[in-house]
C-alpha cells in the first residue's frame, strides 16, 4: 500500500505541476494537507462519544476547471494510511494448551477518495472568497495484505459536501481552508475485520468490545479540514 | 513560480514521507480483572437421571372369549404341572410333581370327564406330612445320588377292602361333547355335557407291571420295572386295600435309556410338554389308579384317583387346544379372564411409577391418560404413595393430583379408570399442570413422562400388561412429540470474575422444562448452587427459559443452535469456593466447594434451590485462574 499511495501522490502532484506549466488561466490547481475525522461508525475512528478525536493526516489534491467567474468544475482525489481500531470488532479468541486468551487486533489500511466536483464562488468582495462545493465519485480501501493474506479492497459510492474560504495571496495564488463531509454509501466496517471468522471470539461475547454491536448506517459522514495551497498559472484568477 | 515551486515539492515530500510510514498493527492482550488468561472449561453431553417411570395396567374382559385361540387361557407350559418342591420336605428342595399341589390331607383330584371318579377314595398322608402323590424323576437327590429310578408314590384312602387295586401312566384322547370341558369350567364355572377319556391308541397294550409295587433304587431288582416304550397303559404296580387304603410305591429303573432325560417333560420323559409339542412314544397324560380286575389289570371303568399331568389328545393323537394340565376346577373372573390370549378386554385400572420428579414451586403434577389421537383426555384419580429414591413416604388417597416436598424424588400412583372407562384410552400420561387443581390440559402441555397402553385388546392378541415410560415431550401424541436425548457442547471457562460458557447445539427441552446451570459437588450431592438459565447468542442474549415452545432463532426444530452462559458474582472471593487452589506447594488450606458445572433440566415450575435432577451436559470446573492469584481473598 505505501507504493500505491507513494505513486498516487506523485502522479497527483506531477499532474499538478504539468497543468501549472501548460494551461492559460482556466485551470486552478490545489494540493493540500488535511486531518480528517471519520465517523465513529466505520472503525477508523475512535468510540468516544461525541466528536471523536481520532484524527489522521490526508494529502488531496483538487483541479478545476473555470466554467464561469463564479463556478469551477473538475476532479479531486485524497488518500491517507490509517490504522482501524479493534474497538468495533469482535476479539481474536486463540487457544494456547488448556487456555484461551484474547486478543485485540488492528490493521492498517489504505484509503482513497476521488470523484468530480464543482465550486461556487460566493459573491464576497475582498481578501477573502468564501465557496461552497459538492461531488461525488469513489472511497477505495486497501487492507493490509499481510493481515488480510491478500490483495483486496473493496470500494464503495461517495458524496462530498462543504465549503471554504479562500485567501489570496497574490496574482493567481491564494490558501484556502474548507471542510468537506464525504459521505461513504452503505459502508461495511466488518470488511476491516482483521480476524478471520474462524478465530472470532464468539466464547466470552460479553467481553467484546461495545462497539461490535454499533450500527451500521447507510450514509457515513468523514469530515475533512485542509488547508490547500491554490494557484492558477498564467494568473487566470484567484 | 517559486513559490508554486515550493508548495508543491514540500507537498510531494509530505505525501512521500506519510506513504512510506509504517508500523506493526496493534495486537493486544485483552484482560479483565486482572487477568487475561482463561483456563478452558469444555461442556459435554453426559445425559444422566433422566426422568424415568414404569406403568401397569390391568385389564377385565369385555367381549366374547374366542377359544379357538391358541392356548386362549395361557394355560400351555414347558413344564408339566404340580412341579414344586416337596411341601413336606421329605425329598428336600429340588422341584418333583406333587399332584395336590397345595392342597391339604386328604386331597381329592377333580371328577372331570368320563368315566367319573368312583366316589370316596381320596389320597392321605403316609407319613410325610401331607399327601402321598409324588412323581419324582430319575437322578431326583430325593432318592439318593445318582439313581436312575422314576419313583410313583401314591396312598389312596377310601379304598374298599380287601379289593386289589393297580396304578399306571395313561395316554388318553378326548371324545369332546359340546364345548371341551376345561374351557367350559374356566368360562362357565360347570361342565354341561362332560367329555369323555379313552385310551389312545386304544387298543390296550399294557406295560410295566400289575403285581405289588416295589420301591428300590436298585435297578438289578426284579421288583423294578424296567422302562420300555409303546405301552398304554404302562402298569405301575398295585396292591391290595387294607384298613380302606392301599399304597403303591414303584419304582421305573432307566436301564434301556428309554426314560433317559433327567428333567421332566423332555422327549424321553414319561411326562410331557403341557404344551403342543407332540408325544413321543414314552409320553403319558394321565397318571391313574384303577379298581383292578381278577386279573390285576384295570378296571377302566372305575378309577379312583385320576390326575391330568399332560395336554389332552385327539383322535388322531394330536394335541387339543386348550386342554392343558391341570384340569380346570374354577371359573375365571373377568378380571382374570381380561389378559388371556383369548380375551377381547379393556383396561381397568392404571398403575404408574414416576422417577426423578422435583418439588414444584407451582402448579402440580396429574395423571391422565389419552387416545391414541390425543384428542380425548381423562384425568385420573388414585393413590399416590410419594417416593425418596424408591422408598414410600407417605401416601394420598383419591388424589387427583399431587406435589412434592423436599427429599421426595418420585410417586406412585394406583387408579382405576371408573367412569373414564367407556373412553378407549391408549396412554397413559404424567402431565405438569403449570396451575393447581386445573381440570384441562392447556395448549403445548409439559407432558414429560408418558407410556402406551393397548386398550381394548382384542382376542387373540397377548396383553402388555407393563411398560417403560418415556421421557421428553408427548404434547398429547401430537407431531412434534419427541423423546428427549441430551446433546450438544459447551466451551469457556473463568475470564476474571466471570463464567462464561459458549454451547451449541443443543437438544430442544421438552415442553414444560427449562435448562439450568448448575455448579455442584461430584462427592456431595447436597451441595450444588443455581448459578441460572441459559441465554441465545450475542446480540440479543435473548433469555431461553421459553426454548421448549420457541420458534425463532436460536431455535431450529429440535435444537437449540447457539446459546450462552454467563454468571459474574464481581467479586474473586466468590470464587474461592471453587476448584482447588494449587500452587508450589498446594494450598490445601482452602477447600473447594463446587467442582462441577452441569447444565441441568428442570420444570418451569420447579423449586429453584432443589437441584434438577437431569443432567444434559458437565465439566469438571478446574481451576479459575483468577481465583488462584487472589487466593489472599479466601477464607481458610
Redesign the interface.
Known amino acids: 500500500m505505501t507504493k500505491h499511495v507513494f505513486l498516487a501522490s506523485l502522479f497527483a502532484l506531477g499532474g499538478a505541476g504539468a497543468l501549472a506549466g501548460q494551461q492559460t488561466g482556466k485551470w486552478r490547481v490545489t494540493p493540500s494537507v488535511a486531518m480528517m475525522r471519520f465517523d465513529r461508525t466505520t472503525s477508523l475512528s475512535s468510540t468516544a462519544s461525541g466528536l471523536s478525536t481520532k484524527l489522521w493526516p490526508w494529502a488531496g489534491l483538487d483541479a478545476t476547471y473555470q466554467v464561469q467567474s463564479s463556478l469551477q468544475v473538475g476532479l479531486y482525489v485524497g488518500g491517507s494510511r490509517v490504522t482501524t481500531s479493534p474497538d468495533y470488532f469482535k476479539y481474536a479468541l486463540f487457544r494456547s494448551g488448556s487456555n484461551y486468551e484474547l486478543w485485540a487486533v488492528s490493521q492498517r489500511v489504505t484509503v482513497f477518495n476521488y470523484g468530480i466536483g464543482a465550486e461556487l464562488a460566493l459573491p464576497v468582495g475582498g481578501a477573502l472568497g468564501p465557496y461552497i462545493k459538492g461531488g461525488f465519485g469513489r472511497h477505495t480501501l486497501y487492507p493490509d495484505v499481510q493481515k488480510s493474506n491478500s490483495v483486496h479492497s473493496f470500494s464503495g459510492a461517495e458524496f462530498a459536501l462543504g465549503g471554504g474560504v479562500r485567501y489570496g495571496l497574490k496574482s493567481g495564488v491564494a490558501l484556502r481552508l474548507d471542510i468537506t463531509d464525504f459521505m461513504w454509501s452503505n459502508f461495511d466496517r466488518e470488511l476491516l475485520d482483521p480476524v478471520a471468522p474462524a478465530f472470532q471470539n464468539n466464547t466470552f461475547p460479553l467481553s467484546n468490545p461495545d462497539g461490535v454491536l454499533w450500527p451500521k448506517p447507510s450514509l457515513t459522514h468523514n469530515l475533512r479540514l485542509a488547508l490547500g495551497f491554490a494557484f492558477t498559472p498564467a494568473g487566470g484568477g484567484q | 513560480m517559486r ?3 515550493l ?2 515539492s514540500w ?2 515530500l ?3 514521507a ?6 506493526d ?6 484482560s ?1 480483572n486482572g487477568e ?5 472449561i469444555t461442556l459435554s453431553a453426559t445425559p444422566a437421571g433422566f426422568l424415568n417411570g414404569t406403568q401397569s395396567v390391568t385389564y377385565i374382559a369385555s367381549g366374547p372369549f374366542d377359544t379357538s385361540v391358541a392356548d386362549a387361557f395361557a394355560r400351555a407350559t414347558t413344564n408339566p404341572p404340580f412341579l414344586m418342591p416337596d411341601p413336606t420336605g421329605c425329598y428336600g428342595s429340588q422341584p418333583l410333581i406333587f399332584e395336590a399341589g397345595n392342597a391339604p390331607v386328604p386331597y381329592t383330584p377333580p371328577n372331570a370327564f368320563l368315566p367319573a371318579l368312583v366316589s370316596g377314595t381320596a389320597i392321605g398322608d403316609a407319613g410325610c406330612g401331607g399327601p402321598t402323590t409324588y412323581i419324582v424323576r430319575a437322578g431326583h437327590p430325593g432318592n439318593g445320588t445318582g439313581n436312575r429310578v422314576w419313583e410313583f408314590w401314591h396312598y389312596v384312602t377310601g379304598t374298599t377292602d380287601p379289593l386289589r387295586y393297580v396304578s399306571g401312566l395313561a395316554r388318553y384322547a378326548v371324545v369332546q361333547r359340546g364345548a371341551l370341558d376345561g374351557p367350559d369350567v374356566l368360562l362357565n364355572g360347570s361342565v354341561t355335557s362332560p367329555d369323555s377319556l379313552v385310551l389312545y391308541p386304544n387298543t390296550s397294550v399294557l406295560g410295566g407291571k400289575k403285581s405289588d409295587a416295589v420301591f428300590t433304587t436298585n435297578c438289578g431288582s426284579v421288583n423294578v420295572i424296567q422302562a420300555k416304550a409303546g405301552f398304554n397303559p404302562y402298569m405301575l404296580g398295585g396292591g391290595a386295600s387294607s384298613g380302606g387304603a392301599v399304597q403303591m410305591d414303584q419304582t421305573v429303573c432307566d436301564t434301556d435309556g428309554v426314560w433317559v432325560d433327567g428333567s421332566y417333560a423332555g422327549n424321553k420323559s414319561p411326562i410331557p410338554a403341557n404344551n403342543n409339542t407332540a408325544f413321543s412314544a414314552v409320553q403319558y397324560n394321565f397318571f391313574v389308579v384303577w379298581e383292578a380286575l381278577a386279573d390285576s389289570t384295570p378296571n377302566y371303568a372305575r378309577p379312583v384317583f385320576r390326575v391330568q399331568i399332560g395336554p389332552l389328545l385327539n383322535a388322531s393323537g394330536t394335541v387339543v387346544n386348550n386342554s392343558y394340565a391341570p384340569t380346570p376346577t374354577t371359573q375365571l373372573s373377568g378380571a382374570l379372564l381380561g389378559p388371556l390370549p383369548g380375551s377381547t378386554s379393556s383396561v381397568d385400572s392404571v398403575k404408574a411409577t414416576f422417577n426423578l420428579l422435583k418439588p414444584l414451586s407451582s402448579g402440580a403434577y396429574q395423571v391422565w391418560v389419552t387416545n391414541t389421537a390425543g384428542t380425548n383426555t381423562g384425568r385420573l384419580t388414585g393413590r399416590v404413595i410419594r417416593l425418596s429414591n424408591g422408598v414410600a413416604k407417605d401416601t394420598v388417597a383419591s388424589a387427583g393430583e399431587f406435589n412434592l416436598i423436599a427429599g421426595q424424588n418420585g410417586a406412585r400412583f394406583e387408579g382405576a379408570l371408573g367412569t373414564l372407562g367407556s373412553q378407549t384410552w391408549n396412554r397413559v400420561v404424567l402431565v405438569v399442570q403449570p396451575t393447581s387443581g386445573a381440570t384441562t390440559i392447556p395448549t403445548q402441555p409439559s407432558e414429560p413422562l408418558w407410556g402406551k397402553i393397548t386398550n381394548p385388546k382384542p382376542s387373540g392378541a397377548a396383553a402388555v400388561l407393563s411398560g417403560s415410560l418415556k421421557f421428553g415431550s408427548f404434547d398429547n401424541g401430537a407431531a412434534d412429540s419427541m423423546v428427549y436425548g441430551a446433546g450438544g457442547s459447551g ?3 473463568f ?1 476474571g470474575t ?1 463464567l ?1 460458557q ?1 454451547l451449541s447445539r443443543l437438544s430442544r427441552p421438552p415442553l414444560g422444562y427449562q435448562y439450568e446451570a448448575w455448579l455442584t459437588n461430584s462427592t456431595d450431592t447436597s451441595v450444588h448452587v443455581n448459578a441460572g438459565g441459559l441465554n441465545g ?3 440479543d442474549y435473548v433469555s431461553l427459559k421459553d426454548a421448549d415452545v420457541m420458534t425463532t432463532p436460536p431455535l431450529s426444530g429440535v435444537e437449540i443452535t447457539e446459546a ?1 452462559f ?1 454468571t459474574d458474582p464481581g467479586t474473586y472471593a466468590a470464587w474461592c469456593k471453587i476448584g482447588t487452589i494449587v500452587g508450589t506447594p498446594p494450598d490445601t488450606s482452602i477447600k473447594p466447594i463446587y467442582d462441577q458445572l452441569q447444565i441441568r433440566l428442570g420444570p418451569k415450575g420447579g423449586n429453584p434451590a432443589i437441584l434438577s435432577p437431569t443432567i444434559a451436559l458437565s465439566a469438571p470446573l478446574g481451576v479459575p485462574m483468577g481465583a488462584a492469584h487472589n487466593k489472599g481473598k479466601c477464607a481458610p
Open positions: 513559490l508554486q515551486r508548495v508543491i507537498g510531494a509530505a505525501a512521500f506519510v506513504a512510506c510510514t509504517h508500523d498493527p496493534v495486537t493486544t492482550p485483552v479483565q487475561d488468561t482463561i483456563a478452558i466451551t469457556g471457562g475470564f466471570q462464561v459458549a447468542p450475542a446480540p450462552t454467563a
